[in-house]
């Protein structure tokens, strides 16, 4: 069975009835590493990519792992595009090998599960101040006021239930925004009630997050 084949088993509900698909040759992976990121580069160097265009978009299929034991990523290409702007060299030196995830299969317990984006340039444009703006009763109820600047971070991930994961935008800081969740090893941000910044414990900013992340999807 290809990898798409796997993909498809797993995530039978991607592909919309009457949705025309191209799946291209399965090669071995032919991109160079990220040196700020070994972890990444480990797990993208054993990786097998096909090129799948569904309609007029473009997507890759990262797979690796033993015939019985596949799992992997559907990727947007890289996109030169998400380069400009403001974010951190963790986040640039990703998009050089990646554009973003959108879906996965075969997935080990990471802070990437139940992700609808991850590291993709969508996500990025996602006005966070926006966001808080709709949830700062939480802070007004407990006679806090919000102790971050929102438009100097931007979305990494989007949870399917609206929780967020941010990264500051000049020193890769990372925070959940989590109205709505059951995260272990989190801690609020400073001068925030429980349900709103969060830490994650021992994963202080971007790069250490997609490394701790890369690393689970390596081993598991």
Known sequence: MSDWELFLQEVSWFLEPGESVVVGEAQP????????????????????????????????????????????WLCR????????????????????????????FGEPDTWWCNQDQVLTAQATRLRISEVVADYVWLWEGEGLKLPINPDEYY??????NGNLT???????????FAPDHAFEDVTPLDGCPPYSLLTIDDVPDLATWIEACAEAWRLQ
């Open 155 to 160: 979305a990494v991930a989007e949870e399917a």
């Open 166 to 176: 941010l990264a500051h935008r000049d020193n890769g800081r990372l925070l959940l």
């Open 29 to 72: 992976w032919s991109r160079r590493s990220a040196e700020d990121l070994p972890e990444l580069s480990a797990l993208l160097g054993s990786t097998t990519l096909t090129p799948i265009f569904v309609g007029d978009t473009a997507y890759e299929l990262l797979a690796w792992g033993p015939s019985d034991d596949r799992r992997g």
């Open 77 to 104: 290409p890289p996109e030169e595009v998400a380069n400009g702007g403001s974010f951190p060299q963790a986040h640039k030196s990703f998009w050089k090998l990646c554009g973003g995830i959108v879906e996965r």
